[in-house]
Nanobody
Framework: VQLQASGGGLVQAGGSLRLSCAASGRTFSSYNMGWFRQAPGKEREFVAGINRSGGSTKYADSMKGRFTISRDNAKNTVYLQMNSLKPEDTAVYYC????????????????????WGQGTLVTVSS
């Protein structure tokens, strides 16, 4: 599967952005999906994940209550709605896909994902 992330940009602190990740192919619903981010000089970190049906989600603690992950399997797209953005949210955001069984839990480790998009830059100004 090929992934194309979009929606990044420059936003003021307290603002919102919605990232999208469009997947190619007809097997999108076979993948658990995740969003990761990497700030300059830092390691890539898990942001949020969603299972194949969209019925189960998982978030990093610092994103809970501010970010929402969702997916539309008919459109082969996963979204990340980001609200109350902070300067420390500045990073390149990547979407990723993990080929998993229907009842498998959402994974949080970057090495557990099989495919990656190219990343989209989010910059939050103070």
């Amino acid at each position: 599967v090929q992934l194309q992330a979009s929606g990044g940009g420059l936003v003021q602190a307290g603002g919102s952005l919605r990232l999208s990740c469009a997947a190619s192919g007809r097997t999108f619903s076979s993948y658990n999906m995740g969003w990761f981010r990497q700030a300059p000089g830092k390691e890539r970190e898990f942001v949020a994940g969603i299972n194949r049906s969209g019925g189960s989600t998982k978030y990093a603690d610092s994103m809970k209550g501010r970010f929402t992950i969702s997916r539309d399997n008919a459109k082969n797209t996963v979204y990340l709605q980001m609200n109350s953005l902070k300067p420390e949210d500045t990073a390149v955001y990547y979407c990723a896909a993990a080929l998993q069984g229907y009842f498998d839990p959402v994974r949080t480790g970057s090495r557990q994902y099989d495919y990656w998009g190219q990343g989209t830059l989010v910059t939050v100004s103070s």
